[in-house]
């Protein structure tokens, strides 16, 4: 079941109904910044958490001073695209809402995820994919400063990793290890671990006794919840 760390207690919470009822997930984004773009991110990983658990769910942009201009950058940055009201048919008091907010704000009413801010508050989104993966690559309680050295180094690592699902691409495709589909599923269910799924990742190109084709499904698999284009390349390494 997912768990976040709710902000107004500081323990973990259920983030969305036993019964998988529809919930609801608000994104509260003043101001265009950094920050705000990165409760967007939170945000998207949530849905993307949910939905891969079978929970229906619709995120909700509450807000925002700037939408025009943060909507452009949060699409730039593989955000899928944010509702003004309740999804269609949904009655009040179905599900639940859980609000993803600034870890600066004030704490809101029922369940909420705290996001720590990022530095500089200007995003340089030149390379939006690396910029997804350098918040990514730290917990969204962590503070994360972008500087010229950490997008270089996640521009690198996201190139060489899709080089490396494109060539996995090539084999015999194998199903995904039902170990390596639990150790996934446990990473983005606590939290939503964006460090720990990267993780295993890591450890599964490591791995000398997978195969590369379930390499390139695992890949694809954990590319559902980290929203990072994994398999862009596929059909070009030859």
């Known amino acids: 079941m997912l768990r976040i760390i709710d902000a107004r207690t500081g323990h973990p919470a259920p983030a969305a109904p036993a019964r998988r009822a529809p919930t609801r997930v608000e994104a509260h984004a003043p101001g265009g910044d950094a920050t705000a773009l990165r409760v967007l991110l939170v945000a998207d990983l949530l849905v ?8 229906p769910a619709w995120a909700v942009l509450a807000g925002a001073e700037e939408r025009e201009r943060l909507d452009g950058a949060a699409a730039a940055l593989g955000v899928r695209p944010f509702e003004d009201g309740p999804a269609p048919g949904s009655s009040p008091g179905s599900g639940q809402s859980v609000r993803v907010v600034r870890d600066d704000a004030a704490a809101p009413d029922g369940t909420a995820i705290a996001v720590a801010p990022v530095h500089p508050a200007a995003l340089d989104l030149a390379a939006p ?7 990514l690559e730290r917990h969204h309680h962590a503070r994360v400063e972008l500087d010229t ?3 270089d180094e996640a521009r ?3 190139a060489r990793l899709r080089h490396a699902v494109a060539d996995w691409a090539r084999r015999p495709s194998r199903p995904v290890p ?3 589909r ?3 599923r ?3 269910e606590d939290d939503l671990d964006a460090p720990g799924v990267l993780r295993v990742l890591h450890e599964v190109e490591s791995d000398p006794d997978l195969p590369d084709g379930a390499r ?3 890949s694809a698999y954990a590319d559902r919840f980290l929203g990072l284009h994994l398999t862009r390349d596929v059909g070009t390494v030859g």
């Open 216 to 218: 390139f499904e695992i």
């Open 129 to 135: 994919d690396a910029v997804r993966l350098a918040l």
């Open 48 to 55: 993307r958490v949910l939905e891969l658990d079978g929970t």
């Open 182 to 184: 639990d150790r996934l």
């Open 186 to 188: 446990a990473a983005w």
């Open 178 to 180: 039902g170990d390596v």
């Open 149 to 151: 050295r950490t997008l």
């Open 156 to 158: 690198q690592s996201l």
